[in-house]
C-alpha cells in the first residue's frame, strides 16, 4: 500500500530515490551506544591491564631474550599458556576499558567516542603502512603482534584526552 501511494505521488524516479536515501540516512546517522557495557565495567578493565602490566614486566625480567628467542625454540608448555594468558588479559582489559559507558553518556560523549575510534584506526594503520614499508623479519613481527593491542591504546588515550579537555573547557565556563 505504502509503495503504491509513493510510486503514485512521485514524479518521476529522482523523487523516490530521493524520499529512499534520505528515509535510510536518518536511520544510520542516530548511533546508540547500547553495545556498550556498563560503567563498572571500565575498573574491571584497569585492574585486568595492571595486572598484565606487572606480569609482562616479571616476565621480561625472567626471560629478557623474549619474543624474538621464543620463536626459534620450543616453547615449554607453561610459557605458551603463560603467553595465551598474557595477551588474553591485556586484550579483554583494553577492550573493556574501551567500550564502558561513561556516568553520563549523552550524545556529545557518543560522537567523542566515534571520534577518538576515527583517529586511532587512522593512526593504527598509518604505523602499520610505516612498518611494512622500513621494518622486516623479526621487528616485522613484532609489530604486527603489537598492532592487536595498539588501536586500543590510541583509542582510550585519545578518548580520556578529550573527555579531559571537555571538563577543563566546562569548569572553566563555569568559575
Known sequence: MLAFFVVNKMSNIFDICKVCFTFGKLNFTIMKSRFLFPTKF???????FGIDILYAIIMKIVHPH???KELQEVQPL???IGNDINILTIVVGLFLIAFSKEKDEDEL???LRLDSLHWAIYFNFGIFIVSVLFLHGLQFLEVV???VITPFIFFITRFRWRIWRLNRSLNSETV
Open 42 to 48: 571500565r575498573s574491571i578493565g584497569y585492574m585486568l
Open 78 to 80: 607453561g610459557m605458551a
Open 109 to 111: 560523549i557518543t560522537q
Open 66 to 68: 623474549g619474543f624474538a
Open 145 to 147: 603482534a603489537y598492532n
